[in-house]
């Protein structure tokens, strides 16, 4: 794990290498964000807040990148798709 610093926030970065590309994710208090890899209908079984992040290679290009699918619990922390990952991140962390 990586501690990730927002605006005076502290975060958890996890990187996975595979054969092809790499696995993505930065953990909030109240959820977490991930790349294209994460299944938003395996974080609603577990009422999980995530919120999901496409064509990401770094953890500077998921915080850039727009909310491309959220899951219900996430939805139900007021974040919306478009918006950016350093702003999703933002309302997990509270």
């Known amino acids: 794990m990586?501690?990730?610093i927002i605006d005076q926030e502290i975060f958890q970065g996890?990187?996975?290498l595979t054969s092809h590309a790499s696995i993505l994710m930065?953990?909030?208090k109240e959820g977490f964000?991930?790349?294209g890899y994460f299944d938003v209908e395996t974080a609603d079984?577990?009422?999980e807040p995530v919120a999901i992040v496409t064509d990401v290679k770094s953890y500077e290009d998921m915080l850039?990148?727009?909310v491309v699918r959220l899951s219900k619990a996430a939805q139900a922390?007021?974040?919306e798709e478009g918006i950016l990952g350093k702003e999703a991140l933002s309302l997990l962390n509270k």
């Open 33 to 35: 964000l991930g790349c």
């Open 64 to 66: 850039s990148a727009k």
């Open 77 to 79: 922390k007021g974040l």
């Open 2 to 4: 990586e501690e990730i």
């Open 26 to 28: 930065i953990k909030a």
């Open 45 to 47: 079984r577990l009422n």
């Open 14 to 16: 996890s990187k996975i």
